[in-house]
């Protein structure tokens, strides 16, 4: 964590940590960890129970629904509570093309009997949507795989007639740039009003805000989606999750993917897992209240350590997705710029993220992390290798020169300008080491 030491038993050769792999995780917040605790003394009983006990959990498990829907803008019959992202993710695939089949069925005409579903995406997307649609649905579904440039055009122009979903990420993990899930929502309206007079399927819209929720303002009104994934231990909350269903049942489909017991409505059967529910409904109810507080400070200090990386490293350091690749060649890529740069805000980023490559070509982004002394951070997601983190960034628009010497430096809401001074001074250590030279 930001700030915490490590060293011997004996208390010698202390290392101070600077935690900066906050999109890979975030400790729980301490009302969060207050909140499961009082859940575990208090309201231990099954919420399926019509005694005082399990009326007591389900008080919980219902204060924690309407603190996750305000947090969207959304209502509180809207959510399911998740394992995780994966699992909401997972089921968003598994709804999408569950009721493009019903409905195919449902037709008259034969010729819609045997339609294959098309689901569009983006390449740079969680392996949650990636790995589904590579192995469960690659002989069942067509998938369009876009880059990130131009998505509201790219995505209107690859609807077909048998288009079911279209699923973009509202921020990525590894560059931190944020794609215009609402403008793509606006101009979806307008495309399935068309549908409907043809006759022709609905197509549904989900996004991934993992990265984004606790970080910027996220409404799913303005969003305009009909599905959307929540990931608390991405802002402080325990590793559960949630997802938002616009007009769960009737409006938007939702298709189990399992059966059981019942719980949540029998969408997601299961006995609930009250103090985690309880703890992703306190994480959302910081979020609701402070959500503006937290992007300002980590944008403030994100922008600090930008200025001062380029300050020690000159022309030698490049901040992804901000200082455009010159060219797709990554030799005429590898040769710093002279003079001052021109930076070219291509997307919207993440308030606390920035994705850092070097133009040294003796180094390596995870060979620089292995001799920090310091700093805790990654080369990106932390559930994908280090190849899939190269391709993540080349669909990105990173050569590949600067995407194998890239690290991700994302920060929390408590990180502070000296753990930026000190992390900063412990990366020029690591690639002096690396380089043999002063930088």
Not at 317 to 325: E, H, L, M, S, T
Request: one cysteine or more.
């Amino acid at each position: 964590m930001s700030g915490s030491s490590s060293g011997s038993s004996a208390g010698t050769n202390l290392v101070k940590r600077v935690y900066l792999d906050y999109n890979a995780t975030t400790p729980l917040a301490p009302e969060v960890i207050q909140a499961v605790e009082q859940s575990m003394q208090e309201a231990w009983g099954n919420p399926s129970s019509a005694h005082e006990e399990g009326a007591r959990a389900r008080t919980v498990i219902n204060q924690a629904r309407e603190d996750v829907a305000r947090m969207i803008g959304a209502t509180p019959q809207d959510v399911l509570f998740m394992s995780g992202g994966t699992e909401s993710n997972n089921l968003v695939l598994h709804c999408a093309v569950t009721h493009f089949r019903k409905w195919c069925l449902s037709q008259e005409s034969p010729i819609y009997h045997h339609l294959r579903p098309h689901i569009i995406t983006t390449k740079v997307e969680h392996d949650a949507i990636k790995l589904p649609l590579t192995h469960r649905y690659a002989i069942e579904a067509d998938v369009t795989y876009l880059g990130v440039e131009n998505l509201p055009e790219a995505v209107l122009e690859s609807i077909r007639p048998s288009t079911c979903l279209i699923t973009v990420m509202l921020a990525n993990n590894e560059t931190g740039i944020m794609f215009s899930v609402a403008h793509i929502g606006r101009l979806l309206a307008e495309v399935n009003k068309k549908r409907e007079n043809e006759g022709l399927f609905k197509v549904l819209l989900h996004t991934d805000a993992a990265q984004a929720i606790g970080k910027v303002p996220v409404d799913v009104t303005d969003l305009n989606v009909d599905y959307l994934t929540i990931v608390g231990h991405k802002y402080y909350g325990p590793r559960i999750g949630a997802l938002y269903v616009r007009g769960l049942g009737h409006k938007t489909p939702v298709y189990p993917m399992f059966y059981g017991g019942g719980q949540e409505r029998g969408y997601r059967p299961g006995t609930e897992n009250t103090p985690m529910i309880a703890g992703l409904g306190r994480a959302s109810l910081l979020v609701h209240n402070n959500v503006q507080d937290y992007y300002t400070s980590m944008k403030k200090t994100r922008n600090y350590m930008e200025r001062q990386l380029k300050k020690v490293f000159g022309n030698q350091v490049k901040i992804n997705c901000v200082d455009p690749c010159i060219s797709s060649d990554p030799e005429t890529c590898s040769v710093p710029p002279r003079g001052p740069k021109q930076q070219h805000f291509i997307f919207p980023r993440l308030p606390n993220t920035s994705s850092v490559s070097f133009y040294y070509r003796q180094v390596g982004g995870p060979e620089i992390l292995r001799h920090c002394r310091m700093v805790q951070a990654s080369c990106g997601a932390a559930c994908h290798a280090h190849t899939e983190q190269q391709s993540i960034l080349e669909s990105s628009g990173v050569c590949s020169f600067h995407a194998s010497r890239t690290i991700r430096l994302s920060i929390g809401r408590d990180t502070t300008m000296e753990e930026i001074d000190l992390a900063i001074q412990d990366i020029k250590q690591a690639i002096e080491k690396l380089i043999g030279r002063s930088v």
